[in-house]
């Protein structure tokens, strides 16, 4: 058992107050996937409105912290030593789909500090990540730990795979052929902040994939290193906010899944 910090309930309370809104669309969303309407214009309201939400939730705990959502872009506070990274709904397309699988995220960046305090989310299963730096990671109210698995062989791995518009396929291809011959398995998810909060509750063993934004990457990263494990970009570099390439996994494998995208140019 673990007590939230103000800051974290500040944080966990503005996810909660969206996630209302969120899943009362998920229920229409179905019947609009039924009724052959427009849901993809459907999914940006419920985007912008969840953003909205948590913006005024934040700015009136955290007054003059900077802002950097998927759908309102950067803001500039007063207080420019603190940044707010959201993203109101990862998972879009499984959301757009009806497909129960998504989540919102909100990280907290401190000037000189990296990210600090994380949430990501999930209004479904009502599974709340979060992690504080130097505080550990948790589950709602259980402790998170990365798994202890030290061989490729018994692990499953999670990605993302490169769709219409978006990514390097050729890469992503070479990648895959690397790594699925090696492994236990490979899974695709469709909601990047899930892959990294599950790498971080030791479901998934590891996790790659390239052509992401920072918001998508934020909070994950804090729950996976608090939770003992490594992150770094696909070049095994700290950069992984600015490169948006992502490498995690435990200590024992994230050098083993780096070697092998390696292998992969």
Do not use: C
Not at 88 to 108: R, S
Not at 208 to 217: I, N
Request: hydrophobic share 45%.
């Amino acid at each position: 058992m673990s007590t939230q910090s103000a800051l974290l309930k500040v944080m966990s309370d503005a996810a909660r107050k969206a996630a209302r809104g969120l899943n009362r669309d998920f229920g229409e969303l179905a019947e609009l996937q039924v009724a052959k309407k427009a849901p993809a214009d459907f999914v940006s309201a419920a985007d912008l409105k969840a953003e909205q939400v948590i913006f005024e939730a934040l700015s009136k705990a955290r007054p003059g912290y900077s802002f950097h959502g998927e759908e309102r872009g950067r803001i500039e506070g007063t207080d420019k030593t603190h940044t707010w990274i959201v993203d109101p709904l990862d998972g879009t397309t499984n959301f757009l789909h009806a497909i129960p699988h998504f989540a919102i995220n909100i990280a907290l960046e401190r000037e000189g500090a990296g990210v600090v305090a994380a949430v990501t989310y999930n209004p479904i299963t009502n599974e709340l990540f979060w992690a504080e730096k130097g505080k550990g990671a948790f589950v709602n109210d259980h402790r998170l730990r990365v798994a202890a698995r030290q061989r490729m062989d018994e692990a499953v791995f999670a990605t993302g795979i490169p769709f219409l518009g978006h990514g390097q396929h050729a890469t992503f291809l070479k990648e895959l052929h690397q790594i699925s011959q090696r492994v236990a398995g490979v899974r695709r998810f469709g909601a990047a902040s899930l892959d990294l909060a599950w790498v971080a509750a030791g479901r998934f063993d590891g996790y790659w994939e390239r052509d992401l934004k920072p918001w998508d990457l934020a909070a994950g990263m804090l729950l996976v290193t608090e939770a003992g494990g490594k992150v770094t970009d696909a070049d095994g570099e700290d950069a992984v906010l600015g490169k948006g390439s992502v490498v995690a996994a435990n200590l024992d494998l994230h050098p083993q899944l780096l070697s092998r995208l390696t292998a992969a140019k």
